[in-house]
């Protein structure tokens, strides 16, 4: 089932208008590039406190990886929510990078996004995914996850939230597991739900958009 809605832009742009400035003076970021010879905790990737301690060990089973290529200036949270703003002003549907997270692993880059829409859609799921009882949707598989949530506002009561998407996914042909791809499956579902939870306190949504400290990765019925 479809439910569709008239989009109110006032929460949304309640939240960042501080930060529009930025964007005003045109600050932009290479989201392909990477610093050279900069490595990092997982913890100071995307501007920090984006990936939690929970999706630090998440991203380590992804790649094996404790270290990363540092993000670049403007692949950050903050900068996504501006960005998503911006956005939500001009157009019902848009998806953009967050930031991109290189290890020097197997799994040679992790690309998160967001994504922003004025429907949720509700359907069966695609098989490749597991369903999972975060946000007003949320799913795994062996090489990537999202995280859906409904972004409200307390001070704006009669307005419809904005429904956004966390998104993380291995890019090129990441092999598929063999035996038990659960481990991997919450991995990835931990750290889209870390990157939710970023945008969602960035974007001020009432009560965190109902999304919890931690992910919720008992398969929903």
């Known amino acids: 089932m479809v439910t569709t809605r008239t989009r109110t832009h006032s929460l ?11 964007l005003a003076m045109g600050c932009s970021d290479d989201p392909d590039g990477k610093p050279a010879d900069v490595y990092v905790t997982a913890d100071k990737l995307c501007g920090g406190r984006a990936v939690t301690k ?11 990886e ?13 900068d996504a929510a501006v960005e998503l703003t911006r956005e939500a002003m001009t157009s019902d549907y848009e998806r953009e990078d967050i930031c991109r997270i290189y290890p020097d692993a197997p799994v ?3 690309r998160v996004r967001w994504e922003l829409d004025n429907i949720i859609r509700k359907g069966p799921p695609h098989p490749q995914f597991t369903v999972l009882p975060m946000g007003e949707e949320a799913g795994a598989a062996h090489d990537k996850a999202y995280v859906t949530f409904a972004c409200g506002h ?3 009561p009669g307005s419809s939230p904005d429904y956004i998407s966390a998104e993380v996914e291995a890019t090129g042909t990441p092999t598929t597991p063999e035996g038990d791809e659960r481990p991997l499956k919450n991995a990835y579902a931990t750290v889209a739900h870390s990157f939710a939870l970023a945008l969602a306190k960035e974007l001020n949504c009432d009560n965190n958009a109902g ?5 919720s990765l008992i398969p929903a019925s």
């Not at 949304?12 to 930025?22: E, I, K």
């Not at 929970?54 to 094996?64: R, S």
């Open 12 to 22: 949304l742009c309640a939240a960042v208008a501080g930060s529009m400035t930025f």
């Open 108 to 110: 040679n880059e992790l």
């Open 154 to 156: 307390k001070d704006q």
């Open 54 to 64: 929970d999706a630090a060990k998440a991203l380590e089973v992804i790649t094996g």
């Open 211 to 215: 999304l919890k400290p931690k992910p």
């Open 66 to 78: 404790t270290r990363f290529a540092a993000s670049g200036t403007y692949s950050t949270v903050a």
